[in-house]
């Protein structure tokens, strides 16, 4: 019983969370409840997560969430709000640090391949849904704010992903190419693994999130060009790589006529990708910043001056909510942001300690992914959360055994 209670169960609930046909299929389920369910699980289980200096920062910064919940905060008004910020913060990191301590293979690979499976199998049903209707993905966020729940069912009872699990993708794709490309891994593993990274990057590309498919290209470019043998040469490799785009940056001809060869080559009608590269363009041509950009930065601005309100303590006032990192820095002020990233910057370097030295560049390749998702978009959800802190370390370490550790990790 405590081994399924141990081993399994978690897995099953992280499942769940990621799963939106399943929730519409089984809507007396409340997400929320599963994952503080899944915190007291790894509370009673997973109790070395627990033993580190890490968690001081965690409860100090979950004092704060508490006190600006009381006086009526406007970011975190309401107890849900609280409980899912630390839910979707410490389950994940406690569970990727209890298979990888414990070296919980069996445990590994049921979660890896329930994540391929389920990855390959919502972007052949996002593909289904994207043909019958008008850019759904990316629709459903403005249907949800509407709160028109019956598209949304329709849509998710099909079998479609979410916009924030789009955005979550990228973070994975440094762990897919070594699981790919360098690790020991058996033929069907890595058959497997190809089927996951272009199920994600079509998905990403269905999804017309223009943040998603940037990532994606930069986690795929970075992960490229990874030594295991050699920092040194991984470093002079990102040069070259610098020295030959910094040009199209600095030059602004060249970053046009750059823009105008991927312009052509997509689709005119409806493609916000399109939309996107034209306002970069006009940007670069007059200086003026209009259209999709122009609303981010503003956006952005807006969290800046809710911030200066009160550096220290934050202001309870709308921010711009297009920023996880922003928003929080905001609202919380230097009091409640600095625990907050203290938790995540060590979280990330325990989780970078317990992996390979050979693989960490693609584990420091996909976290930098989270961050920069997090500081660009409001993304502060389970799925950025579950694939930054189990998917991407517990993929790696899998990928990273030897055949001959494998065949004993099997039987203990």
Known sequence: MNKLLRD??????????????????????????????????????????YRQSLLGWLCLYAIVLLINNFIGDYYFKLITNVVEE????VFPAALSFFVITHKKYKMAVLLVYSFFFLIIYSAIASFIVCSMFPDPIRTSVFFLNQGEMSTLNLYYGMGMVTYKFCHALPIVIPALL??????????????????????????IYLSNATTAFLLALYALAASLFVSEKSLKATIFRIIGVMVVFVPLVIRSDLLVDLINSIGSLLPE????????????????????????????VSRYNESVSVFVEDIFFGSNMQTGEHSAILD?????????????????????????????????????????????????????????????????????????????????????
């Open 328 to 412: 929080r820095l905001a609202c919380l002020g230097l009091v409640g942001w600095i625990p907050y990233l203290v938790y995540i910057v060590k979280n990330t370097l325990s989780q970078n300690h317990l992996l390979q030295k050979e693989i960490r560049p693609y584990f420091v390749i996909g976290a930098s992914t989270a961050i920069l998702l997090l500081a660009t978009k409001n993304m502060s959800y389970w799925d950025t959360w579950f694939m930054f802190f189990t998917l991407l370390p517990v993929m790696l370490w899998l990928t990273s055994l030897d055949p001959h550790e494998v065949e004993q990790l099997k039987h203990k």
């Open 178 to 203: 070594y699981s790919i490309l360098r690790s020991d891994q058996s033929k069907t593993f890595k058959t497997t693994a190809f089927a996951t990274l272009i199920a994600s990057l079509l998905t």
């Open 269 to 296: 009608n409806e493609n916000s990708y399109l939309e996107r590269l034209n306002d970069i363009k006009l940007a670069t041509d007059s200086g003026n910043i209009s259209g999709d950009l122009d609303s981010r």
């Open 86 to 89: 630390i839910c979707v913060l």
């Open 8 to 49: 399994y169960l978690p897995v099953i609930f992280c499942v769940f969370l990621s799963f939106t046909q399943l929730k519409v299929y089984l809507p007396f389920i409340n997400s929320l409840a599963i994952m503080a369910l899944g915190l007291m699980l790894s509370f009673l289980y997973y109790k070395g997560f």
